[in-house]
């Protein structure tokens, strides 16, 4: 009698099995040398069955010593692109060959590969799988306490958990001694068998080195070498049920969500409740009436039977989302929105019309918006995300209205300064929080007003400040530094020797700086910024101090008083540096701007001085300053 095994019923032992019992006494066993060579694969990838075929492979040579079996070993080891395609079912195919060449019994348990070689008309000798390792109970569950939320287990090291209510975990020592490599190995091997046997589980992802099972309300990753530097356990699960109604703005939540479909971010820290908190959205919605899915990997929420929960098919969430269209979900719980093709798939459903809730790490509220900006068109985002809702310590601590509109940013005055702007307004208060637009080519995220520890000057004057200091650092050699005058105006201080070069020829550079900022730029040196005054100076050019006193009468000038400025009409000199006096005595030193003209900003001391000289009727000169 010639009997062949295969992989399967090699790694379960079954043959020496058979021999013991019996029922293959004296018979001939044929061992295909495809099974050698896929077990031995399996071994050097550090996978436990491939050790358990090779020690029935030595119990066998051991039976065949003592002349109880014939052992023969025999066909051709399987090439490196066979065993790629193992799964596709090539060195099964060997082994059926082999089984049909020796006209001989085939021995496995593999259901799929029976049912092949009786379609062929190869005699099959099916034996049930041997189920090893497979514990009735997670072995680590009574680490679990009522106010654990995860345990984290590591080779040599002290067992350690997450404990007390959300927003006041502690993470702290659960055992007296480290954890040995043989105890951890056991869990870990364990915890997948569980998962794969029991009804109650599921394997979510199995690479090299890294298992993610889900059993009952655990989460459990489990690490191994290579991936990690030592076996690894962390079991996660929440700690908290809760409904809409347990969260502050329940009644405003609950009237948005029911009004019409929405595009909804949760944020928050890890560990704050953001997941709790969509388990209690999407029950309300079920409840509702609502067709609700949810998208995730892993897939751990804790939700009721009537909303299915979908991983990434085919490891891709765009897939599960093509699907999903299909089914034609009211809304679609996404659970975790991280990378840049998460934030693709949730726009892209949600642009079809799809209700969509995404769960987002943050540390501000803000910051879960902030994170579509270079992923989705600017203009796009009221459209896909027009609520967001910050999650702390369990509770809802923001809720914010995305809104868009065209209008001049706030802090900026020109009315051809007009844009799309996005509007972050707090659902509380009714008032905008912050504002995001672009600003110079780029996408800026302004908060309304001074915030908490911060300074009165408002988001847009510290952008507005910096892109100037960059602006004129690009062309000035020396120092810059940049002062701002309200919401229209800044002054820029440079070395004497770069008034020329921040100007322009004929004042070009720093008109065009000024149009694309829409800010009044004053140029002046360092030595003419006054200590606790206003200064003075043209739009592009202006100063105070000491300076010499020029030659010559001057041209006679007629000073303009304005609400905010003294402006010296000039038709020349422009970008140089001029004195001004009055019947003679001089005042300050400035450099006419781009417009050919000098402005002095009203308030200041130098305004002061020069307006009491037109009110006595004095002669204002101008003369070109001496270098």
């Given at each position: 009698m010639n009997v062949v095994p295969d992989t399967s019923a090699i790694i379960d032992g079954r043959v020496s099995d058979r021999i013991e019992d019996g029922t293959y006494e004296g018979a001939t066993i044929v061992v295909p040398e495809a099974v050698t060579g896929e077990l031995e694969a399996q071994a050097n990838d550090g996978v436990d069955a491939g050790w358990d075929g090779l020690e029935e492979l030595q119990r066998l040579a051991g039976l065949a010593d003592e002349g109880?079996?014939?052992?023969?070993?025999?066909?051709?080891?399987?090439?490196?692109?066979?065993?790629?395609?193992?799964?596709e079912g090539e060195i099964d195919a060997l082994i059926r060959d082999v089984a049909g060449e020796y006209d001989a019994t085939l021995l496995t348990s593999d259901v799929v590969q029976a049912e092949v070689a009786k379609a062929k008309g190869i005699e099959v000798d099916y034996v049930e799988p041997v189920t090893r390792g497979v514990v009735e109970e997670l072995p680590i569950v009574d680490m679990f306490t009522e106010d654990t939320m995860s345990v984290h287990l590591k080779t040599d090291t002290v067992p350690k958990a997450k404990r007390g209510a959300l927003g006041e975990m502690r993470y702290e020592e659960i055992a007296d001694e480290p954890t040995s490599e043989a105890?951890?190995?056991?869990?870990?091997?364990?915890?997948?068998?569980?998962?794969?046997q029991s009804s109650d589980g599921f394997v979510e992802l199995s690479n090299d080195g890294m298992t993610i099972v889900q059993y009952q309300d655990y989460?459990?990753?489990?690490?191994?070498?290579?991936a990690a530097d030592g076996i690894e356990i962390t079991a996660v699960r929440p700690i908290a049920?809760?409904?809409?109604?347990?969260?502050?703005?329940?009644?405003?939540?609950?009237?948005r969500f029911l009004e019409s479909q929405r595009g909804v971010l949760i944020s928050g820290s890890p560990g704050a409740g953001k997941s709790t908190f969509a388990q209690a959205v999407a029950e309300f919605l079920n409840d509702n009436d609502y067709a609700?899915?949810?998208?995730?990997k892993p897939r751990d929420l804790q939700v009721g039977p009537e909303i299915t929960q979908?991983?990434?098919?085919?490891?891709?969430?765009?897939?599960?989302?093509?699907?999903?269209?299909?089914?034609?979900p009211d809304y679609t719980i996404y659970d975790e929105v991280r990378k840049t093709e998460d934030f693709e798939v949730f726009s892209d459903m949600r642009m079809a019309g799809v209700g969509m809730v995404g769960v987002v790490h943050a540390s501000r509220a803000i910051d879960a918006l902030q994170r579509l900006v270079g992923r989705v068109e600017l203009g796009m985002i009221p459209q896909i995300v027009d609520t967001v809702v910050y999650i702390e310590a369990g509770e809802v601590d923001t809720v914010y209205d995305v809104t868009t509109e065209v209008k001049v940013p706030e802090g900026l005055t020109a009315e051809d300064l007009a844009r799309p702007v996005i509007q972050v307004v707090d659902f509380e208060t009714g008032k905008p929080a912050y504002e995001i637009y672009t600003f110079n080519k780029q996408v800026v995220t302004v908060p309304i007003g001074a915030e908490d520890g911060e300074s009165s000057e408002t988001g847009v004057s510290r952008i507005a400040k910096k892109e100037i200091e960059r602006e004129i650092r690009s062309v000035a050699r020396g120092h810059v530094d940049v002062e701002l005058q309200g919401q229209e105006e800044a002054i820029v201080y440079v070395d004497e020797d770069d008034i020329s070069y921040v100007i322009g020829k004929g004042g070009g550079r720093i008109t065009d700086i000024e149009d694309r900022l829409g800010i009044d730029i004053d140029v002046r040196t360092h030595e003419e910024r006054p200590s606790g005054a206003g200064g003075a100076g043209g739009s592009g050019g202006g100063g105070s101090g000491e300076g010499q006193v020029g030659e010559g009468r001057g041209k006679v000038v007629e000073p303009e008083v304005t609400s905010q400025h003294v402006v010296i009409p000039m038709d020349e000199h422009v970008g140089e540096t001029v004195e001004v006096r009055a019947d003679g005595e001089y005042l300050f030193t400035a450099t006419v701007g781009r417009g050919g003209e000098v402005q002095v900003s009203r308030g200041s001391a130098i305004a002061e001085e020069l307006e009491d000289a037109i009110d006595r009727k004095a002669q204002i000169t101008v003369v070109p300053a001496r270098g």
């Open positions: 109880t079996i014939e052992l023969k070993y025999v066909g051709t080891r399987p090439e490196g692109s066979q065993k790629g395609a193992a799964e105890q951890m190995d056991e869990w870990a091997t364990n915890i997948v068998n569980l998962a794969r989460r459990i990753a489990v690490a191994r070498p290579p049920k809760t409904t809409l109604d347990d969260y502050e703005f329940a009644d405003e939540l609950r009237e609700v899915k949810t998208m995730e979908y991983g990434a098919l085919g490891g891709d969430m765009a897939n599960t989302a093509d699907s999903l269209l299909l089914v034609r």
